[in-house]
């Protein structure tokens, strides 16, 4: 009897060992992007871009955002990212979102991997997991809207060779802020 468990064990064990590895919450986060409207068609004409599974922002009067990503050139990955933002001005509570940032071309990458990188001021208001927002900074402007992970769309564009694009993951937050977005980077 137990050499019958132990041979039963044993077979689940390598059953198990030889299945598919689940995704990882970058390749989830990737795939959300790519479902999601217009942020799909960018990753077949992008030289790459960097991946933002979660980030946590928060605030009263004054507040901050944190997230951790990966950089991919051409699908691999090519080096680690960190986010990190403070913002002051007018907002109220909390929320979690999922961000990517497209590299039309090399010299748009090699501006994001340089060094430390910024983003400058924005708009946004948030609500659950439907989220609409607004942003203008030095880097441009952009707009999009989504309904949460499974019904989640992006519009948006290059400009100066970067394209942005978040979907609300939840929460319940309310800003009007002035602010900026900082990525650090280090190559893999």
Do not use: C, W
Not at 38 to 44: H, M, P
């Amino acid at each position: 009897m137990f050499k019958r468990l132990a041979s039963a064990f044993a077979l689940a064990v390598l059953a198990l060992s030889a299945a598919p590895a689940r995704a990882d919450e970058y390749s989830d986060t990737v795939n959300l992007f790519r479902n999601a409207g217009e942020s799909g068609s960018f990753f077949d004409r992008s030289y790459g871009y960097a991946v933002f599974p979660t980030i946590g922002k928060g605030g009263v009067g004054i507040g901050g955002a944190h997230g951790s990503g990966r950089v991919y050139v051409k699908g691999r990955h090519v080096g680690d990212t960190s986010l990190t933002q403070l913002t002051l001005g007018f907002q109220l509570g909390g929320q979690a979102y999922s961000q990517i940032i497209f590299f039309e071309d090399e010299r748009a990458y090699r501006e994001f991997t340089g060094g430390n990188f910024e983003f400058g001021a924005e708009a946004q208001a948030v609500a659950i997991t439907a989220a609409a927002g607004a942003q203008t900074s030095t880097t441009g402007s952009s707009a999009g809207a989504s309904g949460g992970k499974k019904d989640a769309t992006t519009v948006g564009g290059y400009y100066k060779g970067m394209a942005t694009f978040t979907i609300a993951k939840g929460g319940l937050m309310y800003a009007a802020t002035l602010g900026g977005q900082k990525f650090s980077y280090k190559a893999r």
